[in-house]
């Protein structure tokens, strides 16, 4: 595991990852670089835990906590508090899940507001739960930009 002035070496963090000679790869939005270190990690899963231990490996190997042990090594990284990052579903689907649970609590409010600078998938989070609600929601998309100076 990188220290935290590792993490700020990008010579070093690079060389944390698998990537072809030559290639600068700078997608943030999909699949990054493998680390070095998950086929080791893959084959511990596989054979280690999965194998032996079955539907015990919720508990035993903890994978029931994942999401809060990657968290708190994420929060690390960002000067986070402890316990206040949590890894979850994709990022569509928590906007999913938050846009769900804000229509629980508006009321009489039928217009979800967003702005033109979302990421299309974000949107399309939106669209597909008004459908769900047969259109009882109506989608209010705010071009934003063009109220923003420099």
């Known amino acids: 595991m990188a220290t935290k002035g590792q993490m700020t070496n990008f010579e070093e963090t690079k060389k944390q990852f ?4 030559g290639l600068i790869y700078l997608d943030g939005n999909s699949l990054g670089p493998m680390p070095k270190n998950v086929p080791s990690e893959i084959n511990t899963l596989l054979h280690e835990e999965w194998s032996n231990l079955l539907i015990n490996g919720w508990n ?26 949590v890894v979850g579903e994709t990022l569509s689907v928590r906007v999913f899940q938050a846009l769900s649970s804000a229509i629980k609590d508006v009321g009489k409010r039928k217009i979800i507001l967003t702005d033109s600078g979302n990421f299309p998938s974000d949107l399309y989070m939106a669209q597909g739960l008004v459908h769900l609600l047969n259109d009882q929601l109506e989608i209010r998309i705010w071009h934003l930009r063009k109220y923003l100076t420099v």
């Open 60 to 85: 035993d190997a903890e994978w029931m906590f994942q999401p809060e042990n990657l968290g708190n090594k994420i929060s690390r990284i960002i000067g986070a508090e402890d316990n206040s990052v």
């Open 18 to 21: 698998i990537l072809p000679k």
